[in-house]
């Protein structure tokens, strides 16, 4: 299968998305081997699923653009369960071609084999996830072991096939045990913290004060976890149900978003950690000093790519129990806090974050280096962008068809997203830094903890600066100063006792 960069540029260069809100009045429907495809500018904008369908599938004399594959693999799964698609495509290879025809040609076979062998490598290597289904395995082998028959090259190409879905799927498989793992510990700490409150006071400078170690630690996290992201996760996690068809949900049976909901935990609690790390100092020299080491930190992760960890540090600085240690901020140096905080502005959607990603894209495209390849964009943002991209155009159009000038443009932006998860992370591991980054007891803002949503009660040893909530220990930094705070300080301590 060609590299998937490949597919990031012949998909901006076709620009599938100039034409995305314009009337339909310009389309029209052509046969091109199939009936009920729709065409503008040579352009396939519009079709039946099953027109579609068929358009996947190899002939003697035809094979799909490889743009074509993703974009419909990608977006099939809000019309079709996987399952049921990769039926229909081993019907269609089979009967279509006379496959299953005990005469049939040695010829035919040997021409269509590859072309059908080299569609199953497309959809096993771009999304794997969809074979944890057995039905998908089931399919898979069928088809595979036809193609194979009686030939010892296709044999090996099968083999390995199969090997490499397997060895993804076992590697999933390990991730997710260590996820488990990782928030077990966490939890762990947390109960050890309340017991023993004293014990496990350690914060992030005890166990590094390089801004550029940390920033390094963040982006082997951000890389590891981009990288389980299947690209189909942005799409189902969007899913509703299609209003043709009255079976119900496609995804009703699995996790829709697994990964990506992991992700978007992960930048949460690196979020409410930055805020735990500078509320729970007394001194206020010290939180001075934890704002500025992690406002280095942040500036290092901008100069790696590494936009989301950016934002999550800039995030938690910039919670009310933070934003609100008036004495603490004055005795801190924020001129580069203001740069980065530019940097990542709002304001016009993002401009100037926008303009920053840009710029770090194309020099992960022409990098020499694997650090310059490094782009970790601001996930929240990318999926917002493609919810509202979704949002804003129909799934079907009005005669039926599926509207697939809709989902080029999704495809674009998935795509580009796949460059920037297969980037390896140049810095060397250091597990002392990573265990602290993943289980460390941080605060929520309110009055429960991160990141166990079962957390006993709280009991009256717990009642010290270290076990608070967020809030409580801003305020213990700093005493409310109005009424307004006064009164918000009174009803959360009124809340921790009453769990006492």
Known sequence: MPQTPLLTGMLVSRGYNKNLYQSQNQTKEEGYGNAGL??????????????????????????PDMTYSFTFLLSSRLFIHPYELMSKVCHLCVEQQRLSDPQADKMRIRKMAPKILRLLQEWTETFPYDFRDERMMRSLKELTQRMASGDELYRKVVQ????????????????????????????DRLTALKAKPQAIQRDMLSVCNDPFTVAQQLTHIEL???????????????????????????????????????????FNRLSFMVATE???????????????????????CFNIGNFNSLMAIISGMNMSPVSRLKKTWSKVKTAKFDILEHQMNPSSNFYNYRTALRGATQRS??????????????????????????????????????????????????SEFMVW????????????????????????????????????????????????????????????ENNMEKDRWKSLRSTLLSRV
């Open 38 to 63: 729709c065409y503008r500018d040579n352009a396939l904008v519009s079709g039946s699923l099953e027109a579609l369908i068929h358009h996947l599938v190899p002939s003697m004399d035809y094979y």
């Open 160 to 187: 390995q096939m199969i090997q490499v879905l397997i060895r993804k799927l076992t590697t999933l498989s390990q991730y997710e045990e260590a996820l488990v793992k990782v928030n077990a510990t966490a939890t």
């Open 224 to 266: 590891e976890r981009l990288s389980y992201i299947g690209p189909e996760e942005f799409i189902q996690a969007f899913e509703k149900k299609d209003p043709l068809d009255n079976d119900k949900s496609c995804f009703s049976d699995h996790k829709k978003a697994s990964n990506l909901e992991a992700y978007v935990e992960w």
């Open 278 to 300: 500078i509320c729970m100092p007394v001194k206020k020299k010290q939180r001075a000093r934890v704002i500025e080491f992690f406002i280095d930190v942040a500036r290092e």
């Open 365 to 414: 495209r022409t990098a020499n280096s694997t650090r310059e390849k490094i782009v970790i964009p601001f996930f929240s943002l990318l999926i917002k962008d493609i919810y509202f991209l979704n949002e804003g155009c129909s799934n079907r159009m009005q005669n039926g068809h599926v509207n697939f000038e809709k989902f080029w443009e999704m495809a674009k932006q998935v």
């Open 421 to 480: 998860k297969k980037v390896e992370c140049p810095f060397e591991k250091d597990r002392k830094i990573l265990q602290y980054l993943f289980t460390a007891p941080v605060f929520s803002e309110d009055s429960m903890l991160h990141p166990s949503k079962n957390v006993p009660p709280l009991t009256p040893q717990c009642c010290s600066h270290v076990v608070k909530a967020l809030c409580l220990a801003s305020y213990d930094s700093e005493g409310p």
